[in-house]
């Protein structure tokens, strides 16, 4: 098995964005030639000196551009030679212009629990008919299998919460945090997760239900209770480490 090399620290340039680039530099040197099978994430992990959901976005970023492919239950492996490096170009562009949905996932944790909280307390009828319209627009895409739409909704429902605290200050933050799961590499991640088995949206609407049902009862703790619930399968579904 070839060793993976520590990963220098650097400042312009995403963690993920540079172990891409040392997986692409051992395809194109044929040390992993097409159909072998890459180190499984940890072990990769451990060689480059780097966290998990690092070396999990770099290979997402692959298999959106077709380099890498996961095979559910097997492995992860190189799907298609390196021809030019367009593909690297392809790549780096992808992870660049991403923030980690990692990290997003941790701020929204960090702080749409005080925005439900305070949505609870202030929401009127209209508000929580508002949320609940959000979800049924969001839950209807998921019964189609657009799971593109699906996840774009996202935004929407979530910001319908904001929304019912009244405080603008609030919504523009949460319309900022939330603008970064329309990122490519969100929304790849998500969807190719719902692809390979389209039973597993259905975990995903139930929380969601439980969350537009908290409001309709007006009970902020099983509100934030699913939420927590929302975010950390989300956690599970795009690095299995919730």
């Known amino acids: 098995m ?20 040392q997986i692409l530099q051992l395809i194109r040197t044929g040390q992993y030639p097409v159909s072998s099978k890459l180190p499984p994430e940890r072990i ?38 390196l021809i030019s490096d367009h593909l690297s170009s392809q790549v780096t562009s992808i992870l660049e212009q991403s923030d980690s949905p990692y990290e997003i996932i941790q701020a929204r944790k960090a702080i749409e629990s005080g925005v439900i909280h305070q949505a609870i307390k202030l929401a009127t009828d209209a508000d929580i008919q508002n949320i609940r319209t959000a979800w ?21 429902f979530h910001l319908s919460i904001a929304q019912a ?32 088995n389209p039973k597993r949206i259905e975990p995903m609407m139930d929380v ?11 009970n902020a703790e099983k509100a934030i ?18």
């Not at 049924?136 to 996840?151: C, P, V």
Request: hydrophobic residues 35%; proline residues 4%.
């Open 2 to 21: 070839r060793q993976f090399e520590k990963i220098p620290q650097v400042k312009f340039k995403s963690k993920s964005s540079i172990i891409a680039e």
């Open 44 to 81: 990769i992990a451990e060689q480059m000196g780097v966290s998990r959901p690092s070396v999990r976005e770099a290979i997402s970023a692959l298999q959106i551009v077709g380099v890498l492919e996961t095979r559910p239950g097997d492995g992860t492996y190189i799907s298609k030679p």
């Open 136 to 156: 049924n627009q969001k839950h209807e895409k998921g019964l189609e299998g657009d799971y593109d739409a699906y996840t774009k909704r996202g935004k929407d």
């Open 165 to 196: 605290t009244g405080n603008s200050l609030i919504v523009a933050i949460m319309d900022r945090l939330l603008s970064f799961t329309n990122q490519p590499l969100w929304r790849s991640m998500r969807c190719r997760y719902y692809e390979l």
């Open 208 to 218: 969601h239900k439980k969350i537009v049902a908290a409001f309709e009862e007006r």
């Open 225 to 242: 209770q699913a939420l927590e619930e929302d975010l950390d399968t989300v956690l599970e579904q795009l690095y299995n480490m919730a």
